[in-house]
């Protein structure tokens, strides 16, 4: 029962997130589908889970936006060269204080998800991480070559 139960809220989140946005759903959806079956989760583990792993990715999307949206205004004003030391000052510590942030965050979802599985667990998800990140680039190294 709670393997259908965790099947069920697995194939739910998958079809919402392809529904959401895209591509970027797709792979959101691929990596919570990667995440459930490396950590083999029970349901009661899911559920305290998930709430606390979404929220974090959500304030890790917002942080890494962010830093997009610096890149491509220094990008639309000519370029790192044209930049006075004043500003490249400022986008560097901008930078530093968005890598803080991180840092952070990503010790705030540790700690919490320290309360609701096991430490064996926490790190399988940082190995999960990982891999998942590196199957992606992987992938799209291979599509943009070809393969």
Known sequence: MK????LFIIV???NFSFGQRGPRGKVKALKIAYITE????SSKEAQQFWPIYNEHEDTMETLKRTER????AIKDSDGFENLSEKEAEDFLNNY???EEKKHLMRK???TDLRQV???????KLVKAEM???KRLLKQLRNRRQGK
């Open 69 to 72: 949206k610096s890149l491509r």
């Open 117 to 123: 599985i096991p430490h064996k667990k926490i790190l």
């Open 108 to 110: 705030k979802l540790i």
């Open 131 to 133: 891999d998942f990140n």
């Open 12 to 14: 739910f989140t998958i």
């Open 38 to 41: 490396q950590l083999d989760l």
């Open 3 to 6: 393997k259908i139960l965790l």
């Open 96 to 98: 530093i204080k968005a």
